[in-house]
Nanobody, 124 residues
């Protein structure tokens, strides 16, 4: 059974850094594009970043471009999100998601597997 489990969330000060991780079990991780989404309180879920199955470059939302880095380790079925220079508006629950597509995409509908999320709070 498909399962995505996120970890690494917590409280971080503005300007600080945090690294999120997601372990994927039960699916062909290395042949699937993976992504991160987030949902702030009272807001709709939004795209953060996505990475193709192998090779190719990532795509980012404009709000995190230059501050966040998505990466993956196909040998360990692990997806990561390095968050740097975080801002208060980055406060949200962050979700790892797996797509049936090989290519990265910002469309939530393209993702068929979702984790339960990990909460990130940016506050001084």
């Amino acid at each position: 059974q498909e399962q995505l489990v996120e970890s690494g969330g917590g409280l971080v000060q503005p300007g600080g850094s945090l690294r999120l991780s997601c372990i994927d079990s039960g699916r062909t991780f290395s042949s699937s594009a993976m992504g991160w989404f987030r949902q702030a309180p009272g807001k709709v879920r939004e795209f953060v970043a996505s990475l193709p199955a192998t090779g190719g470059g990532p795509i980012y939302s404009d709000s995190v471009k230059g501050r966040f880095t998505i990466s993956r380790d196909n040998a360990k079925n692990t997806l990561s999100l390095q968050m740097s220079n975080v801002k208060a508006e980055d406060t949200a629950r962050y979700y790892c998601a797996g797509s049936l597509s090989y290519h990265p995409t910002s469309r939530a509908a393209a993702y068929t597997a979702w984790g339960q999320g990990t909460r990130v709070t940016v506050s001084s």
